[in-house]
């Protein structure tokens, strides 16, 4: 539970300087913007402001940064990289990864992938992550000679809340308060807004951007519209609106590299008389020098035709070949290719706000995004050249620190508009899905639906929160339950339950449920311990409209069924009391309707497919219409005793 506020606690009115940070899967940087403009913070004057996300534990202490990396091939099991890839997630998640590191990463509490040192120590990715972190405070402590305590700190876009908190907790375990989490593509898109030269042209008006980032663990894409104050406007708000997101959160330069690995691995197995496949088979040292030797070939390849490859396999053997452009080309090609389908989702999304409009510019993030095949496709798929005048490694850190500016009261006149990447709901009776808070919903958001039970008696009430597109609960992802519990015994439909989505500036989900009559309140903050691939949002989207018009038949006959029940019930009840009082065609009537909407409820029950809806709902129309002599009779008996 959070800390209550006090008035001191609140963004703007603190003298302390709040930073903003790239907590990234390759490199991490640290930046603040002040009056001299946002720049990154190296802590020294010969000091590399980029630090590898690189953490060795050894006996002595933790080492973190470029002598971790460098060194890494000789430690391989103390000398954790690429830890975001595990934040939040279970290890069933971060499977397809563990072929490829050289530490060991064992399930720790809820299935959550956890660190495991030879020493017997384990880890969670928030304490790993959190070594980065202080490295990253002390830096901007010794360049700005006072206490660094406060930060935005960058996330990907399609990061679910349960690596959201994850980051907040790092920084917490760090010593650092996590003032806000920004998505990395939006923090790009403030640094392209604000410090550029793009604050100088209030003449060029409102513009449509993309930002493909993609990093060394994620790839985001976002279309934002930028919003400059008109030029005579003094005390102006630019507007930085993000229109729709869309992502995976296992794509990245990892994966160049994990591809690349398995291609020479496979070439050394066969030298050594292995199976060319079973990359698990050669010792971990050699797999971590595979991996160095693999990032050092993705990065000359990005301006050369060629990079050899000399690798001593011992007993005089030496592996020896050249990687050439085409063949990393070939690799990276399909991955791409799995970005820019998830450009066009993006696209299709912020169609409606676009207005048919162009892409006017389009930024590129993450070291990845230097490879040349990679900026020729995502500029011919937006049909604009690609911004690059923002170095890509360093364009979120200076992003962040924009934002950081802003609700340090530093920066006035900009506002920020964020999305939800996906839908949010809750279940239903029959396994429906009622979606309280749409995808590409601006955050923060917060939306209220009514609900009541379905059977006589209940006094628990279990909530399931859903996240998905489809309109059944078995379709989506469940991101967490919770129960409310003491409900006074009450009739079927008589509690009035309220429940509430709230969707924070961070995209963190809290739920909170009450039952109305009797006062009874439950929350939960939701943290799932899995992430969204691409491949399960794709699947998410193209089967929601795969399947759009079964999907909103079964959610109809759902609801049919379960309202039908709560009438049948309470007319039924009527009728046994009353039925004597009405007149013999008004009786049989009603009885007929009431046996014809069991038999609408008992067939839809077993199969959902084998009734027509709207006869179903004629069905139900009819019996309603026929009972309501019955009702007024209850009426003037009710009146009657009293």
Same mark, same amino acid.
């Given at each position: 539970?959070?800390?209550?506020?006090?008035?001191?606690?609140?963004?703007?009115?603190?003298?302390?300087?709040?930073?903003?940070?790239?907590?990234?899967?390759?490199?991490?940087?640290?930046?603040?913007?002040?009056?001299?403009?946002?720049?990154?913070?190296?802590?020294?004057?010969?000091?590399?402001?980029?630090?590898?996300?690189?953490?060795?534990?050894?006996?002595?202490?933790?080492?973190?940064?470029?002598?971790?990396?460098?060194?890494?091939?000789?430690?391989?099991?103390?000398?954790?990289?690429?830890?975001?890839?595990?934040?939040?997630?279970?290890?069933?998640?971060?499977?397809?990864?563990?072929?490829?590191?050289?530490?060991?990463?064992?399930?720790?509490?809820?299935?959550?992938?956890?660190?495991?040192?030879?020493?017997?120590?384990?880890?969670?990715?928030?304490?790993?992550?959190?070594?980065?972190?202080?490295?990253?405070?002390?830096?901007?402590?010794?360049?700005?000679?006072?206490?660094?305590?406060?930060?935005?700190?960058?996330?990907?876009?399609?990061?679910?809340?349960?690596?959201?908190?994850?980051?907040?907790?790092?920084?917490?375990?760090?010593?650092?308060?996590?003032?806000?989490?920004?998505?990395?593509?939006?923090?790009?898109?403030?640094?392209?807004?604000?410090?550029?030269?793009?604050?100088?042209?209030?003449?060029?008006?409102?513009?449509?951007?993309?930002?493909?980032?993609?990093?060394?663990?994620?790839?985001?894409?976002?279309?934002?519209?930028?919003?400059?104050?008109?030029?005579?406007?003094?005390?102006?708000?630019?507007?930085?609106?993000?229109?729709?997101?869309?992502?995976?959160?296992?794509?990245?330069?990892? !994966?160049? $590299?994990? =591809?690349? %690995?398995?291609?020479?691995? &496979? #070439?050394?197995? +066969?030298?050594?008389?292995?199976?060319?496949? *079973?990359?698990?088979?050669?010792?971990?040292?050699?797999?971590?020098?595979?991996?160095?030797?693999?990032?050092?070939?993705?990065?000359?390849?990005? !301006?050369? $035709?060629? =990079?050899? %490859?000399?690798?001593?396999? &011992? #007993?005089?053997? +030496?592996?020896?070949?050249?990687?050439?452009? *085409?063949?990393?080309?070939?690799?990276?090609?399909?991955?791409?290719?799995?970005?820019?389908?998830?450009?066009?989702?993006?696209?299709?999304?912020?169609?409606?706000?676009?207005?048919?409009?162009?892409?006017?510019?389009?930024?590129?993030?993450?070291?990845?995004?230097?490879?040349?095949?990679?900026?020729?496709?995502?500029?011919?798929?937006?049909?604009?050249?690609?911004?690059?005048?923002?170095?890509?490694?360093?364009?979120?850190?200076?992003?962040?620190?924009?934002?950081?500016?802003?609700?340090?009261?530093?920066?006035?006149?900009?506002?920020?508009?964020?999305?939800?990447?996906?839908?949010?709901?809750?279940?239903?009776?029959?396994?429906?899905?009622?979606?309280?808070?749409?995808?590409?919903?601006?955050?923060?958001?917060?939306?209220?639906?009514?609900?009541?039970?379905?059977?006589?008696?209940?006094?628990?009430?279990?909530?399931?929160?859903?996240?998905?597109?489809?309109?059944?609960?078995?379709?989506?992802?469940?991101?967490?339950?919770?129960?409310?519990?003491?409900?006074?015994?009450?009739?079927?439909?008589?509690?009035?339950?309220?429940?509430?989505?709230?969707?924070?500036?961070?995209?963190?989900?809290?739920?909170?449920?009450?039952?109305?009559?009797?006062?009874?309140?439950?929350?939960?903050?939701?943290?799932?311990?899995?992430?969204?691939?691409?491949?399960?949002?794709?699947?998410?989207?193209?089967?929601?409209?795969?399947?759009?018009?079964?999907?909103?038949?079964?959610?109809?006959?759902?609801?049919?069924?379960?309202?039908?029940?709560?009438?049948?019930?309470?007319?039924?009840?009527?009728?046994?009391?009353?039925?004597?009082?009405?007149?013999?065609?008004?009786?049989?009537?009603?009885?007929?309707?009431?046996?014809?909407?069991?038999?609408?409820?008992?067939?839809?029950?077993?199969?959902?497919?084998?009734?027509?809806?709207?006869?179903?709902?004629?069905?139900?129309?009819?019996?309603?219409?026929?009972?309501?002599?019955?009702?007024?009779?209850?009426?003037?008996?009710?009146?009657?005793?009293?």
């Amino acid at each position: 539970m959070a800390d209550p506020k006090t008035p001191h606690d609140e963004p703007g009115t603190r003298t302390d300087p709040i930073v903003g940070i790239d907590l990234g899967t390759t490199n991490s940087l640290v930046a603040i913007s002040d009056e001299r403009g946002p720049r990154v913070l190296a802590g020294a004057p010969d000091a590399d402001p980029m630090v590898p996300s690189a953490v060795r534990f050894d006996g002595a202490g933790v080492i973190v940064g470029q002598i971790a990396l460098d060194e890494a091939p000789a430690h391989p099991r103390t000398t954790v990289t690429s830890v975001k890839r595990l934040m939040g997630r279970s290890i069933e998640d971060v499977r397809p990864d563990l072929r490829y590191l050289g530490y060991e990463v064992q399930a720790g509490p809820n299935r959550t992938a956890r660190v495991a040192l030879p020493d017997g120590r384990v880890l969670s990715p928030e304490a790993v992550s959190a070594e980065i972190l202080k490295d990253l405070k002390h830096r901007a402590e010794a360049e700005l000679g006072v206490p660094v305590q406060r930060a935005v700190v960058t996330v990907p876009a399609y990061f679910d809340d349960a690596q959201r908190q994850a980051t907040r907790n790092a920084g917490r375990i760090a010593g650092l308060e996590v003032v806000r989490i920004v998505n990395e593509p939006t923090a790009a898109a403030l640094a392209y807004g604000i410090g550029t030269e793009r604050t100088a042209d209030r003449n060029a008006g409102p513009q449509t951007v993309a930002v493909y980032d993609l990093g060394g663990g994620t790839f985001d894409i976002s279309i934002l519209r930028l919003t400059p104050a008109a030029p005579d406007t003094a005390g102006g708000t630019d507007f930085f609106q993000v229109l729709a997101t869309a992502g995976d959160t296992r794509l990245g330069g990892d !994966d160049i $590299d994990h =591809a690349i %690995v398995s291609l020479l691995a &496979g #070439e050394i197995g +066969v030298q050594i008389g292995r199976d060319a496949n *079973a990359l698990e088979s050669l010792p971990v040292e050699t797999r971590r020098a595979l991996l160095s030797f693999a990032r050092g070939i993705k990065h000359r390849l990005s !301006d050369a $035709d060629a =990079a050899p %490859v000399e690798i001593a396999l &011992g #007993e005089g053997r +030496v592996y020896r070949r050249s990687v050439t452009r *085409a063949e990393i080309e070939a690799i990276v090609g399909p991955l791409v290719e799995r970005s820019l389908k998830a450009c066009e989702r993006a696209m299709r999304d912020a169609a409606r706000a676009m207005k048919d409009q162009a892409i006017d510019a389009v930024i590129l993030v993450g070291g990845s995004t230097r490879i040349p095949l990679v900026r020729e496709r995502v500029g011919a798929f937006f049909g604009v050249e690609p911004y690059t005048a923002l170095d890509p490694d360093r364009v979120v850190a200076l992003g962040a620190a924009v934002q950081a500016s802003i609700l340090s009261g530093e920066r006035k006149g900009s506002l920020l508009l964020d999305v939800i990447p996906l839908s949010l709901g809750v279940e239903t009776v029959g396994g429906a899905v009622a979606k309280l808070i749409v995808r590409n919903s601006p955050v923060p958001a917060r939306a209220m639906e009514r609900f009541s039970t379905s059977v006589d008696g209940q006094t628990n009430i279990k909530l399931n929160i859903l996240q998905g597109e489809r309109e059944m609960a078995a379709d989506c992802r469940s991101l967490g339950v919770f129960e409310l519990k003491g409900i006074p015994p009450m009739p079927a439909g008589i509690p009035k339950l309220e429940v509430t989505f709230l969707v924070d500036a961070n995209g963190v989900l809290r739920v909170s449920a009450v039952e109305q009559r009797s006062g009874k309140r439950a929350g939960i903050q939701i943290v799932p311990n899995h992430g969204l691939t691409e491949d399960e949002v794709e699947r998410i989207e193209a089967e929601s409209l795969t399947h759009a018009r079964d999907d909103m038949q079964q959610h109809r006959v759902v609801d049919l069924i379960t309202n039908s029940k709560l009438d049948l019930k309470w007319i039924g009840e009527r009728f046994e009391r009353f039925a004597d009082r009405l007149e013999p065609a008004d009786r049989a009537a009603l009885a007929e309707s009431i046996e014809t909407l069991k038999g609408f409820v008992a067939r839809a029950e077993a199969d959902w497919r084998s009734v027509d809806a709207n006869a179903f709902y004629s069905a139900k129309t009819t019996m309603d219409n026929a009972s309501v002599r019955l009702q007024e009779v209850g009426i003037a008996d009710s009146l009657r005793d009293e």
